[in-house]
């Protein structure tokens, strides 16, 4: 089972910008698809965007314009920049996979926090 370890968040004005690693255990590859998740406190963990092994995306109910997911196949990580950032993009950022059908496949991580605050 491919394990994916989170980092690059932090805390950031509102209108700045990160971009967050998903590295991987294994080759990305070995997986149908990479999703990138947030958990806001008080609220269900919800799909951000996610990228398929054909370079497809799917996105959650976020504003497209302000996520970009992109992968480094070679380097077995994948990244989500975030611009623009808001307060309500405050939460806990996740990884994982997924199979065809969406379904989250394997472990939960521990996140990286990102805090958007004045």
């Known amino acids: 089972q491919v394990r994916f370890v989170e980092s690059g968040g932090g805390l950031v004005q509102p209108g700045g910008s990160l971009r967050l690693s998903c590295q991987a255990s294994?080759?990305?590859?070995?997986?149908?698809?990479v999703g990138w998740y947030r958990q806001a406190p008080g609220k269900e963990r919800a799909l951000v965007v996610s990228?398929?092994?054909?370079?497809?995306?799917e996105y959650g109910d976020v504003e497209k314009d302000r996520f970009t997911i992109t992968k480094d196949n070679a380097e077995n990580t994948v990244y989500l920049q975030i611009d623009d950032l808001k307060p309500e993009d405050t939460a806990v950022y996740y990884c994982?996979?997924?199979?065809?059908?969406?379904?989250?496949?394997?472990?939960w991580g521990q996140g990286t926090q990102v805090t958007v605050s004045s």
């Open positions: 994982n996979s997924r199979n065809a059908v969406g379904r989250v496949v394997g472990s």
């Open positions: 990228i398929s092994g054909w370079d497809e995306k």
């Open positions: 294994g080759y990305i590859t070995s997986v149908d698809a």
